[in-house]
């Protein structure tokens, strides 16, 4: 064998050694070899993955294995805290270097810096670009430089950064100094600026799949806001989730509502106080409450891996916002639910939005690009077409962000592929009607004025139109309103109609709404969807594994069996729910003790493999995942202890 090689083969096996002792993961995820091997051999490379496809990772394990030190630039200090906690549990020293510190704790960290106690270290690109700062590093011994978001790099990524600008000015003074920059936005635009801007060097380019297919998608139009974001919640009892609400107004409407339900909820929004904000963020990331009712100002740095279920009340205004929002659902890779409620009010909304910011921008001089305008009204009517349109969501999105989808039986995974929507009998001759309709009344009025000629509302407005004596007045007669708004929303949606903007969003038919009028084009549409009903948790009540010597009860009988599955076959095995409970508040205690958040003491799948395999000693912990040599000596007695207690 050739000696590259079979060097690149021990690399990758001290990689999985040091992270299945420190991690206590036995596998990688995908593209996780190839990225850590890139860094460990020290390449440029961009690594897109995911959320949740384990980035942190990618450069943390590298970092442990390699001379020199490692130093990581992120945006936020809540992301840094967050990840250097982590470490900490896990057995590993880290440090963070960020404007806003006292010189004693700079003093202090540069200290341990000097003694080589640190392999990593956390900065914030402000204090990065500090002048010196650099060569002060290399002085260190700079072994590698990590870019995290670095997205944040560029004009065309969601949450531009000027500082970032300024990191490429590494590659001129310590040219020999390895980046690996990391990000989950996709857009070819914005990975070339981040190669350009860091002036990465052939870097490998490591892109996995945008699908997340532990995130189970429905969209459903809103009807009663309130009943509908009460029952997903209720779908998931003492889960965490995330909902979502277009104003701040909204929040303070809906988050009474929830609490008055017995929810444990709290607001979340810019018109809080920033110290309200701090403390409602915390409350959440410590588990005391389960849901934030929230504007799209809460999401950026919270990594709360367990979150079971987002629900937008209304559409955001495109597919980035949509998917940006939903991924914070599932980082942990266990199934979870993304509702999304819309109503053509939304899509109105937004555009108002729009045109009034735009008219004030103006009235101060400041100049709108007419093509970014035009961009943005694009992307909010692709938003509503997905919304409207019963195409399988999971396909949708991997299309969007430019992959090929390959799942020729559908996802299993939204409402669509899980058939919960049901297609229209006889939509052909309903979108006729429609159509129609909208014609007679010479393309003057709205959805609502609409419906209720269909379906024959004897109105004093309709009367005074005249329109009464319609042909089309009472041909759905026997349609819920709400019916005929939905298919109004669908025609909309896949562009036979389009809607006027200003205050009065009246309706006109487009060429192709012509054609289906006539009957020269064919169309689906479908009937007002049925959400599941009923409890249901989304963690799964079986885990899987492949551990070579385990002991273990199966269904929960007393007698304890051993398995030797030296093969590595896989087993399944229960999960013991009330023992699953009893270790989340356990988890939740000793967060609290080490003012900690609880999921950086243990994943929910670590509790639901320990709840499952009830292991009785330490040496039984072995290979369950997240468990780590520091955590199974820290952490493991009080765990097992409380394994026994429950047994006893
Ligand atoms: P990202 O930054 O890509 O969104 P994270 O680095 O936060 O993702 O990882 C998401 C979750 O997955 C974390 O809880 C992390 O500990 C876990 N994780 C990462 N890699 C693995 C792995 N190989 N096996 C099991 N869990 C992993
Ligand atoms: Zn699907």
């Not at 650099?134 to 790099?153: F, K, M, N």
């Not at 659902?329 to 729009?354: F, I, K, T």
């Not at 070579?548 to 269904?555: A, G, I, S, V």
Request: aromatic share 6%.
């Amino acid at each position: 064998m050739d000696n590259g090689v079979l060097e690149e083969v021990d690399r990758l096996k001290a990689l999985r050694d040091v992270v299945a002792r420190v991690w206590g993961y036995e596998e990688l995820r995908p593209l996780q070899a190839e990225a850590m091997l890139a860094g460990l051999e020290g390449r440029d490379a961009l690594v897109v993955l995911a959320t949740g496809g384990g980035k942190s990772l990618c450069y943390q394990a590298p970092a442990l294995l390699r001379e020199g030190l490692t130093v990581v630039l992120s945006p936020l200090i809540s992301l840094m805290q967050d990840q250097i906690a982590g470490l900490a549990e896990s057995g590993v020293q880290a440090a963070m270097l960020t404007s806003a510190q006292e010189s004693a704790e700079k003093r202090e960290v540069f200290q341990r810096l000097r003694s080589r106690a640190l392999k990593l270290l956390f900065v914030s690109p402000e204090r990065f670009i500090v002048p010196g700062f650099i060569e002060e590093l290399a002085q260190l011994g700079l072994g590698a430089l990590v870019v995290d978001e670095a997205h944040c790099i560029s004009h065309w990524g969601h949450d531009f950064r000027p500082e970032y600008r300024r990191i490429g000015e590494l590659r001129t003074l310590l040219p020999e100094v390895p980046i690996q920059a990391f990000t989950a936005t996709a857009t070819p635009q914005v990975r070339d600026d981040i190669v350009r801007q860091l002036g990465l060097r052939a870097p490998e380019l490591l892109v996995g799949s945008f699908d997340r297919p532990n995130l189970t998608y429905r969209f459903l139009p809103r009807e009663d806001e309130a009943e509908q974001v009460l029952s997903v919640i209720r779908r998931h009892p003492g889960e965490a989730g995330i909902v979502y609400c277009l104003r701040r107004t909204d929040v303070d409407d809906l988050a009474p509502k929830l609490a008055s339900a017995g929810i444990r909820c709290l607001p979340y929004h810019a018109g809080l106080s920033a110290e309200t904000r701090q403390r409602n963020q915390e409350r959440f990331l410590s588990e005391e409450i389960e849901v934030i009712v929230a504007t799209v100002a809460f999401g950026m740095g919270i990594d709360r891996p367990d979150v079971r279920f987002v629900v937008h009340a209304a559409m955001p205004k495109g597919v980035e916002q949509f998917a940006q929002e939903t991924g914070r659902a599932g980082r942990d890779g266990a199934p979870s639910e993304c509702v999304m409620l819309y109503s053509g009010s939304d899509y109105h909304g937004w555009r108002n939005l729009q045109e009034r910011s735009h008219a004030e921008a103006r009235a101060q001089g400041v100049e709108i690009d007419p093509l970014e305008a035009q961009r943005s009204l694009e992307r909010l009517s692709e938003m509503y077409g997905f919304a409207t349109n019963a195409i399988c969501r999971h396909r949708f999105l991997v299309s969007h962000f430019g992959q090929e989808w390959s799942h020729a039986e559908g996802c299993g995974a939204c409402d669509v592929c899980l058939g919960e929507l049901r297609s229209l009998a006889d939509a052909q001759r309903v979108a006729q009607m429609i159509l129609s309709c909208v014609v007679r009344c010479e393309q003057r009025y709205g959805a609502a004025h609409i419906a209720d000629v269909l379906r024959g509302a004897s109105s004093e407005r309709i009367r005074a139109a005249g329109h009464d004596r319609l042909s089309t007045f009472g041909l759905l007669r026997d349609k819920h309103p709400r019916e005929i708004r939905h298919w109004i929303e669908q025609l909309v949606g896949l562009e036979h109609l389009r809607t006027a903007p200003g205050q009065y969003p009246t309706l006109s038919l487009t060429r192709t709404g012509v054609e289906v009028m006539k009957g020269q084009r064919e169309l689906a549409l479908f009937e007002l969807p049925v959400p599941p009903r009923g409890k249901r948790s989304a963690l799964p009540r079986t885990v899987t594994t492949r551990r070579t010597h385990l002991t273990y009860e199966p269904d929960g009988s007393t007698a304890a069996r051993t398995a030797v599955t030296s093969d590595g076959a896989e087993i399944e095995l229960t999960v013991d729910a009330a023992l699953f409970e009893r270790l989340r508040n356990l988890r939740r205690r000793l967060a609290r003790e080490r003012g900690v958040p609880p999921y950086l003491i243990f994943g929910d799948r670590t509790l639901q493999e320990l709840a499952a395999l009830r292991p009785t000693s330490l040496d039984d912990l072995r290979g369950i995942r997240g468990i780590g040599e520091t955590k199974r000596a820290d952490l493991g007695p009080l765990f097992v202890a409380e394994i026994a207690a429950h047994r006893a």
